[in-house]
């Protein structure tokens, strides 16, 4: 069974970092294609990025809002998946989605706020 | 970077069917845009409901239904049931990345 669960999602204050977290189970993370959705409060579903799979080539592609402040990597022996955030924003708030194999984890909070 | 649209709202009877669209700035919606929809109910993560226009998965109601309609992408609902009242979004590829829909908030009344 495939299972995604996300953590690592907090308070940060604007220009601040944080790295999120994706821990996944029933398949191996480096064979699939893997993206991350968020969502801010009240909002829509909004594509963040993805990274293919290695025998795809691990491209990384991200949306033009956060392209140049997120990054995506994977830890093979861990079997997890990474976002990476810097220079936050304001309108970085809102839960982050880990999306692969089809499957969506729970997600996680993610608030920048002074 | 492309624009999406979903109608905002759509009410359907129960038992009713009815067809939310996805539609792009850019032109016509077209197979190679890999058109997927996703269900989101309140308080809960989205879930996957159809990939590749019109391919469903194992847990998809065989009531739903992806197709192509008039340059957009469509997601048909047959026979609606309560249960299926949710937001649903469309995903379309768009350069190298995707994008979202704004997404259709269907009432099943």
């Known amino acids: 069974e495939v299972q995604l669960v996300e953590s690592g999602g907090g308070l940060v204050k604007p220009g601040g970092s944080l790295r999120l977290s994706c821990a996944a189970s029933?398949?191996?993370?480096?064979?699939?294609?893997m993206t991350w959705v968020r969502q801010a409060p009240g909002k829509g579903l909004e594509w963040v990025g993805r990274i293919k799979s290695n025998t795809d080539g691990g491209t990384i592609d991200f949306a033009a809002p956060v392209r140049g402040r997120f990054t995506i990597s994977r830890h093979d022996s861990s079997n997890t998946l990474f976002l990476q955030m810097d220079s936050l924003i304001t309108e970085d708030t809102g839960v982050y989605y880990c999306?692969?194999?089809?499957?969506w984890g729970q997600g996680t909070l993610v608030t920048v706020s002074s | 970077q492309a624009v999406v649209t979903q109608e905002p709202s759509l009410t359907v009877s129960p038992g009713g069917t009815v067809t939310l669209t996805c539609g792009s700035s850019t032109g016509a919606v077209t197979s190679g845009h890999y058109p997927s929809w996703f269900q989101q109910k309140p308080g809960q993560a989205p879930r996957s409901l159809v990939y590749?226009?019109?391919n469903k998965y194992s847990w998809t109601p065989a009531r739903f239904s992806g197709s192509l309609l008039g340059g957009k992408a469509a997601l048909t609902l047959s026979g609606a049931q309560p249960e299926d009242e949710a937001d649903y979004y469309c995903?379309?590829?768009?350069?190298?990345?995707?994008?979202f829909g704004g997404g259709t908030t269907l009432t099943v009344l």
């Open positions: 995903l379309v590829s768009d350069g190298g990345g995707r994008v």
């Open positions: 999306v692969g194999k089809d499957s």
């Open positions: 590749g226009t019109n």
């Open positions: 029933g398949f191996t993370v480096s064979n699939a294609w």
